[in-house]
Structures are given as structure tokens and as C-alpha cells.
């Protein structure tokens, strides 16, 4: 490897979860460093799907150390409730495997309920959160007034700190929504049961990396959502509440940046979106109904039906770039073959801007009102699920994948036409 960091290159739901868990194989940690529970990575093994929210895709593989950085939010509950589910389904999840860093910030149930309050008192603003409570774990971590793992299982520190907070949140919740306060010793009560089965897996999860690097131990960084969710770079407000690209690397995980020597992008061969927010290659008509049900595009941990649409490159591209990617995964292209004709958007079309605009805006409201442009492609027509080297693909196939690979500019490395774990082409 030996340092990789692997990003989502759209808006979330790329297939991560698979690619991360084909190329732990070579890694000796893989290490998660930014989002929290809404974040799904699936994967596929003989035939079982597994659902992982918070662990990283890693856990699969005997002998790995998995690392839940500092910039993960945790809900410890949600936590516990994945390793119960990976432990009856015989994955072993103990200290040895799995490190939570000391610094990551918690999620408590207090964060969930104003979430969805939140939300609900937005009306025809709302942003289209999953109402887990990330986005009020990471508000309260800028405005530092957050717990962390280490107040958790110090149970002095969390009497006093907790105590504080929950004065605050109680008068939030019942004065401006009207909603019944927590009971701040029943709530102490049940987050300190939490409290002593994580502490076992607690770590300075920062430095034990950056050991592990100075050891030449291979290192997998594992991102979340994806590229155009970014808090700082995506389609704001309707984002996540970190930056999910290789930047968060440094601040995420406690490692220098500089030090990863590769950087993967991960696009489906069409895009789609969940939620709120825009998507200026959506298709809103039977086509986007077909990719939806071939592609089976559901949340992994919401179950919502997402948005379906055509390929980006505008956007693509800008994510590419902004994330220095030297390369990029094409997943989920067996999922095209259904279609005669594939289009492609190339450019934008923006109101007040004279003639296609062929990169992303930096005026990101603008996306509100673009059309897109599309190139259009010859189909395949044939199942291409059995394929496994690149040479036996369809010749319209291979165009299209040459054709994206020029567009974008750095090199299409793999191929996936398939949601197991060996329905890969690799091309490098």
C-alpha cells in the first residue's frame, strides 16, 4: 500500500464499503476518521450482506486493527449495537482489533432529539438530516461545550460535565419546542453502563498510527459520505457536519496528511443523492426510476429511496481535484447495462452565465437553477455482472470507460459490476 486514503467522490453511497473491505486485504490498519453512525458502508461475503455504521469496513478481515479516529462522532449505543450484531453473526470485535480514539466526540440522546426537533421546525428549509444526532455532536464539539470519549468513561468528569450540558440543552428543549426536559440522573445512569464497556477499547489512537506508519505497517484511511457533502466544500447547507474528503486525514485521525502517498476516489457510473440539496444531473423520470431499481439505491442504515440521476463530471472532476485523487474506482457499472443510450453531463448551463460552463461553479447556490448538458453514449445491452477482466467487457463498455477516464483526467484503476466482493475489473 502502504499509506491509501479512499474518498467518496460524489454524494455519498459510491460502493465504499466493498472497495474499502477488497483492499484491506493489504492493509494492516484501516482507519476511519470523520462521520458518524448515518454512514453506511455495505458489504457483501459469500452471499451476506453486512451493514457497518460506525466500524471500519476492515472488521471483516482476521488480523486487522480497526481505528475509530478522533473525528468520528460516536454514539456509543448505536456502537454496541453493531458489535452485538457482527459478534452473533461470528466476526470477532474485541480490543485487540477495534481502537476508539480518547478525543472522538460522543453522541448522546439529548443530540438525537434536537436533530429531529430541529429539523421539524425548519418546515420547507429543512436539510434533510437522518436525525441521529451527528450534526448537534459536531455543533457542540466547535462551540466546546461537547463531551469526548475520555469524559465518558471518567465517571466523575462526566457527572460534572454532563451535568452542565443538559441544564443548557433542557431549556432548549422545553422553551423553544415545547418537548418534556431529561432527567439528568436517569440519563447519567444509562450512558455510565456505555461508559464501561467502551472503556476497554479507549486509545490514543492518534499516536498508535503514526507508530504503526513509522513500523511500515500498511494503513487503509477509510472516508465517509462523500466529496460533495463536504461541510466546507460541498453543496452547503445541505452537507454533512465534517470534511469527508483526505483532508479530514489530518485533524481526523491525527496523522500528517503528507504522509499519504495515494489517493482513491470512489463514483458510481452514474450519480445519486439523499435528501435535500442540489443534483443538477437528477433524472426525475422512468429512466431515474430504472437506475434506482436495478441499482437497488436505498440507504444502507436509512432505508430512503435515493435520488437518481446520470453521471457528473463537472462535479466529478472538482472533487478529483480538490482531493489531489491519483486515481479513481468506476463502481456499479453492470447497473447501466439496461440502457440502450447513457448520458453523460459534461457541462452546466447556469442563469446569467453566457455559454456551458464546463467547471464547478464557485458559487455553489448557482447549482440551484443549472441545467446539464449531456454527451450521450452507445449502451451494451449485455449482463457484464460475470465479467472479471477488462479485455472481455463489451467494446461500448470499454468506450465509455476510456471516454469517462480522459474526461477526468487521472487513471480508472478498477471496476465494479457487482456488489460481491470479487465482481471486480481491475485496470492497473
Request: glycine content about 12%; aromatic content about 6%.
Amino acid at each position: 500500500m502502504p499509506t491509501l486514503s479512499i474518498f467518496g467522490a460524489q454524494w455519498g453511497d459510491e460502493g465504499k464499503g466493498k472497495i474499502i473491505d477488497l483492499l484491506a486485504r493489504e492493509a494492516d490498519l484501516v482507519v476511519r476518521y470523520q462521520g458518524g453512525p448515518n454512514a453506511g458502508h455495505t458489504v457483501v461475503v459469500g452471499g451476506e450482506k453486512f451493514i457497518l455504521r460506525l466500524i471500519p469496513s476492515g472488521i471483516l478481515h482476521v488480523g486487522k486493527v480497526n481505528v475509530i479516529g478522533n473525528g468520528v462522532a460516536i454514539d456509543p449505543v448505536a456502537l454496541f449495537g453493531e458489535i452485538g450484531e457482527l459478534i452473533a453473526r461470528g466476526v470477532n470485535v474485541d480490543p485487540r482489533c477495534l481502537r476508539i480514539s480518547a478525543g472522538a466526540h460522543v453522541i448522546f440522546e439529548h443530540h438525537r432529539r434536537i436533530d429531529a426537533l430541529a429539523e421539524r421546525w425548519r418546515g420547507a428549509g429543512r436539510i434533510g438530516t437522518t436525525g441521529r444526532g451527528i450534526g448537534p455532536c459536531y455543533a457542540d464539539k466547535a462551540a466546546r461545550t461537547g463531551l469526548r470519549v475520555a469524559d465518558l468513561v471518567e465517571p466523575a468528569r462526566l457527572r460534572t460535565r454532563l451535568t452542565a450540558v443538559l441544564v443548557e440543552k433542557n431549556a432548549l428543549i422545553e422553551s423553544v419546542h415545547k418537548e418534556a426536559p431529561f432527567d439528568i440522573e436517569r440519563t447519567l445512569a444509562q450512558v455510565g453502563e456505555v461508559a464501561v464497556r467502551l472503556a476497554p477499547f479507549v486509545a490514543d489512537t492518534g499516536a498508535e498510527v503514526r507508530a504503526a506508519y513509522k513500523q511500515g505497517k500498511s494503513i487503509l484511511f477509510e472516508g465517509a459520505q462523500g466529496a460533495m457533502l463536504d461541510i466546507d466544500h460541498g453543496t452547503y447547507p445541505y452537507v454533512t457536519s465534517s470534511n469527508t474528503g483526505m483532508a479530514g486525514i489530518g485533524t481526523g485521525a491525527g496523522f500528517p496528511p503528507n504522509k499519504v502517498e495515494r489517493v482513491l476516489g470512489i463514483a458510481k457510473a452514474y450519480c445519486t443523492r439523499v435528501g435535500e440539496g442540489p443534483f443538477p444531473s437528477e433524472d426525475k423520470g422512468k429512466d431515474g426510476d430504472t437506475i434506482r431499481e436495478v441499482g437497488r439505491e436505498f440507504g444502507s442504515v436509512t432505508g430512503r429511496p435515493r435520488r437518481c440521476g446520470w453521471l457528473d463530471l463537472v462535479a466529478l472532476r472538482y472533487a478529483l481535484d480538490l482531493n489531489g485523487a491519483t486515481g479513481l474506482i468506476l463502481t456499479n457499472l453492470d447497473v447501466l447495462s439496461v440502457f440502450p443510450e447513457i448520458p453523460v453531463c459534461v457541462a452546466y448551463d447556469v442563469p446569467g452565465v453566457r455559454g456551458a460552463v464546463s467547471e464547478y461553479p464557485a458559487y455553489l447556490p448557482a447549482l440551484d437553477d443549472v441545467r446539464p448538458r449531456y454527451e450521450r453514449h452507445a449502451g451494451w445491452k449485455t449482463d457484464i455482472s460475470h465479467v472479471r477482466r477488462y479485455a472481455d467487457l463489451p467494446r461500448a463498455a470499454r468506450e465509455y470507460v476510456e471516454w469517462v477516464e480522459e474526461r477526468i483526467g487521472v487513471p480508472i484503476e478498477m471496476l465494479s459490476v457487482g456488489p460481491e466482493r470479487d465482481a471486480v475489473i481491475p485496470r492497473r
